[in-house]
Nanobody
């Protein structure tokens, strides 16, 4: 059974930083791309960033590019999201997800490409 557990959320002032972690189990972590998504109150869930299974290819939404960095440590079965220069509009629940297919050549930004999700961690950015 695949489990994803996010941590690292919290309350931070605008301009501050947080690092989210997602610990995965139940699947050969190093064989799958991972993604981060977020859902703000009253809005649909949206793509934030992803990283390929080998860890050298990353992709970001335009709203976080240059401020967020996704990385992974396959030895620890963990994917990270370093969030810098946070803005109030970054306030949301953040979810990690694992690709449904191993060794995918190109990472995907659509939710349908991911088949297991964590429970989410809340990030609140105050102005």
């Amino acid at each position: 059974q695949v489990q994803l557990v996010e941590s690292g959320g919290g309350l931070v002032q605008a301009g501050g930083s947080l690092r989210l972690s997602c610990l995965a189990s139940g699947r050969t972590f190093s064989s799958y791309a991972m993604g981060w998504f977020r859902q703000a109150p009253g809005k649909e869930r949206e793509f934030v960033a992803n990283i390929n299974w080998q860890g050298y290819r990353t992709y970001y939404s335009d709203t976080v590019k240059g401020r967020f960095t996704i990385s992974r440590d396959n030895a620890k079965n963990t994917v990270y999201l370093q969030m810098n220069s946070l803005k109030p509009e970054d306030t949301a629940n953040y979810y990690c997800a694992v690709d449904r297919l191993p060794y995918r050549a190109a990472t995907r930004t659509d939710e349908g490409a991911y088949d297991f999700w964590g429970q989410g961690t809340q990030v609140i950015v105050s102005s």
